[in-house]
């Protein structure tokens, strides 16, 4: 079966400093997609950065960066210099049934301090 | 302008009581999905379509129904509600289903009393 682990529930981080946090998953298929979602506090969830199985550079949009490994089955979502705006609950998502929908992770909040 | 948009945005109800979540998006996508957001669990999918009149099974479907009337509406439907359906509703649509992002709605907040 299909499963997305996010192993850490928390992280503190200081302003304009670097963020990293895991995600491991579990599939059979040959080819894949994983996803990074940001769930801010009013509740508003919104789509960050995507990896394809097939492609081997990491992904990078802005400050977020992707430190994908293949052969551990992980997808690290990376922040740097960070702003208070981004705390917030981080999801990790792998597409799921035959491609037709996602699996998310329980998630990671990140809470960011002067 | 908001592209998914959800009905009601908060929600309280008896056990037993019937209860329809609605969902409209404007994207022009095919895919639209129903999750449920519970501390501990993240987002779980619920039900699924990929164009009007169709619906798939999702992880969590027990206690369910959903229908899709049109390619903008999808609703989720509670016939018998119990207190272990209180959670955060939250609506999506993708146009290339879990190979693409998706885009969400701000939630709906079931309370089952």
């Known amino acids: 079966a299909q499963k997305v682990t996010q192993t850490q529930t928390s992280i503190s981080v200081v302003e304009k400093t670097t963020v990293t946090m895991d995600c491991v998953y579990e599939?059979?298929?040959?080819?894949?997609?994983l996803f990074w979602y940001k769930q801010t506090a009013s509740g508003e969830i919104v789509f960050l950065i995507r990896?394809?199985?097939?492609?081997?550079e990491n992904a990078t949009v802005g400050h977020y960066s992707l430190n994908f490994q293949k052969p551990k089955s992980s997808i690290g979502l990376i922040i740097t210099a960070t702003q208070i705006e981004d705390s917030a609950v981080y999801f990790c998502a792998m597409s799921h049934q035959g491609g037709r929908a996602l699996i998310f992770g329980t998630g990671t909040t990140v809470s960011v301090s002067p | 302008e908001a592209a998914v948009t959800q009905s009601p945005r908060n929600k309280v109800t008896v056990t037993g009581g019937n209860v329809t979540l609605s969902c409209r998006q404007t994207?022009?996508?095919?895919?639209m999905y129903w999750y449920r957001q519970d501390t501990g669990h993240g987002l779980r999918l619920i039900h699924y379509s990929y164009g009007a009149g169709n619906l798939q099974i999702g992880d969590v479907p027990d206690g369910y129904k959903a229908t899709r009337t049109t390619q903008e509406d999808f609703f989720l439907l509670l016939e018998l509600a119990s207190p272990s359906q209180t959670s955060l509703y939250f609506c999506a649509s993708s146009d290339v289903g879990g190979r693409g992002e998706q885009y969400f709605g701000p939630g709906t907040r079931l309370t089952v009393l």
């Open positions: 599939t059979r298929d040959s080819s894949y997609f």
């Open positions: 990896q394809d199985s097939y492609k081997k």
């Open positions: 994207n022009s996508h095919n895919y």
